[in-house]
């Protein structure tokens, strides 16, 4: 089992950054991958990607490359999504997510977190 809680959303304006926080709790945080989705209003939850359990590889969607981040400190169970350059687009409720099915990238996992909500204002 592991248990997930986000933290550092909140509102920005446009071109402005966040950090993410999820701190992990349960099983040992070394041995699962965590990813980060998110859902805007109205539409369905979307992958915004992904890092290893060691944080060695990272994978991230179109929509953010070069503008978010992830990283994660295996010591303080902690994994981060830097968020800068924010978009009007970018807002939404954000989850962490652990433990993917499947093949690298996976985009379907078996913990969540309860989310969230970032808002960028144009």
């Known amino acids: 089992q592991v248990q997930l809680v986000e933290s550092g959303g909140g509102l920005v304006q446009a071109g402005g950054s966040l950090r993410l926080s999820c701190v992990a709790s349960?099983?040992?945080?070394?041995?699962?991958?965590m990813a980060w989705f998110r859902q805007a209003p109205g539409k369905e939850r979307e992958f915004v990607g992904v890092?290893?359990?060691?944080?060695?590889?990272?994978y991230r969607e179109d929509s953010v490359r070069g503008r978010f981040t992830f990283s994660r400190d295996n010591a303080k169970n902690t994994g981060y999504l830097q968020m800068n350059s924010l978009k009007p687009e970018d807002t939404g409720v954000y989850y962490c997510?652990?433990?993917?099915?499947?093949?690298?990238?996976?985009?379907?996992?078996?913990?969540w977190g309860q989310g969230t909500q970032v808002t960028v204002s144009s």
């Open positions: 997510a652990a433990d993917g099915l499947g093949s690298w990238p996976s985009t379907k996992y078996n913990y």
């Open positions: 349960g099983r040992a945080f070394s041995s699962y991958a």
């Open positions: 890092i290893s359990r060691d944080g060695g590889m990272t």
